[in-house]
């Protein structure tokens, strides 16, 4: 936490401007860094399963065309012996 606590009474715009929520930190101590990067984390996740973005939406497909490709891939593999090398 700041040496001076006056700090902590100022007003930070980024945060209240994206509605994101806004620790204290210390480095020297570790206090709140873990829940800092624990609420990140989640809030991350929660944005990327809920966005309505349309670049998101983009990534999405692109992932999941991109999983049905791998899983056929591994199906013909599968269904395709590996040959033999010949006897010397």
Same mark, same amino acid.
């Given at each position: 936490l700041p040496a001076d606590m006056k700090v902590t009474q100022k007003s930070f715009n980024f945060a209240r401007k994206f509605n994101l929520p806004?620790?204290? %930190?210390?480095?020297?101590?570790?206090?709140?860094? %873990?829940?800092l990067?624990?609420?990140?984390?989640?809030?991350?996740?929660?944005?990327?399963?809920?966005s309505g973005d349309f670049m998101d939406e983009v990534m999405r497909e692109l992932e999941s065309f991109d999983l049905q490709k791998k899983s056929e891939d591994f199906?013909?593999?599968?269904?395709?012996?590996?040959?033999?090398?010949?006897?010397?």
């Open positions: 806004f620790y204290f %930190v210390s480095a020297a101590d570790g206090t709140n860094v %873990v829940k990067f624990n609420d990140a984390i989640e809030l991350a996740i929660a944005y990327k399963q809920n199906s013909e593999t599968e269904n395709c012996p590996e040959e033999k090398p010949p006897s010397a």
